[in-house]
C-alpha cells in the first residue's frame, strides 16, 4: 500500500484565485501588465505597511510586482549601482538565489556566519567583516540579509550597522512574508526587500517575486529596467540595458486571491510549528526552532529542527531525514552554507562554524498550512518511532 507523499511546503490555494485568472481571460489582459498586476501591488503594499502592533501605518513604500525573488534582487543591485569588482556582504546561510545575483553582475560576495538565536546574519561577523575589507582597501557597497524560515534577522542590530558604515540593506524577505519584528513587517527595513511568490513559498503565484521600494521614483526605475528599459518614443529606443522581469498578469490574479488568505495561513504554519513543539517536548536531543524572544514574529514558514545526535542513541538529522522518506514523508536538511558550496569556494568568508553546524545537525520538516490531521497523524507516528528505537 503507497501512501500520498507528504510534502515539505506545498502551494495552498484559498479557492478566490480562479476568479481573478478568468478575469484576466474575460477582458484579455494575458500580458506582463494588467489589472491583477497592479492590483496585487496595492494588496502587497496595503499589508506591508500594516503594523500589527500600531494603528498608524507605516512610512511610504512602493511595491513593483516581477518575475521572481531573483530577478527582485538582481535589481535591487542593480538600483545600488553595483558594478563589476565590487564586493557585496551576504549571509552565508541561505539559499543560492541570494547570493547569485551578485555574481550576475561581476561583484564578488563576502560571506558572513549566522548567530544561534535567529540563524541569520551574526552582527559580530558583519562588522568585522566590513571592518576588515575597507581595511582591505574596498568598502562593500550593500548588505544582503535573510529571514530564513520565516524567523526575522537581528532587525535593530543589522540596521544600526548598516547606518553606521553607510551600507544599504537589501532585506531578503522571501520566506517571511508574514512575519514581524517589534509589530513591523520583514520587507518594511531595508532600503531594498524582496519576496518570493515560488510554488513552496507561503503564497505563490506559481512563480513570482517583487521588489520593496522606499520611493515612487525607485520603483519606477525598477519596472522600466523590468519592461526592457524603453525610452520614451513611438519606435523602440534604447539607451540603457534591459530585462524581462515584469509578473505576468495572469499570475498576478493567482497573488490576489492569496493575498485574501495570508494571514489564515500565516496562523496554520504556525499552528504546524506549536504541533512540532508539543511533539519534541519530551525527546531531550531535539530542539524546535522558535523565535529568541516576543520582538519577534516569525510566519515559520518551514518547522525546522535541531538534532543532538550525543544525545539520541546515535539519531541525527540523516536517520530522521530516512526514516521520514520512508513512509513517503518528505523533509529536508537545513540551507548549506553558501561559503561551503563549490561554486563559491573561492568566496571570503567571515564567521565560525554556527551556520556549518546548524547545516549539520538540522532538519526542516512538513510545514505546508494545507496538511490534513491525517497527515500530522502520520508524521507524529514516524518520529515517534524513529526516537524510541
Ligand atoms: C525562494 C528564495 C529566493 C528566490 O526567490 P525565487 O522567486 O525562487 O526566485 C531568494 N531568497 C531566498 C532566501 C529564498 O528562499
Redesign the pocket.
Known sequence: MSQSKIYLSSPHMGGKEQEFVNEAFITNWIAPLGPNVTGFEEDLKAYLQKSTLSKENLPEIEVAALS???AA?HLALILLDIQAGDEVICQSM??S??ANPIVYLGATPIFIDSEAETWNLCPIHLEAAIVDRIAKGKKPKAIIG?HLYGMPFQVDKILAIAKKYEIPLIE?S??ALGSTYKGQKCGTFGDFSIL???GN?IITTS?G?ALVTKTKAQKERAVFLATQARDQAPHYEHSEIGYNYRLSNVCAGIGRGQMQVLDAHVALRRKNNIFYTQLFKNIKSVRIFIEPNNTYHSNHWLSCILIDKALSNGIGSLEVRLALEKENIESRPLWKPMHLQPIFKDAPYYGNQVAEDLFHNGLCLPSASNLTTADLHRIEKTIWHCFQK
Open positions: 521572481s525573488g531573483t534582487l541561505t539559499f538565489a541570494s535573510v531578503d522571501a520566506e518570493s511568490f515560488n513559498k512563480g517575486g
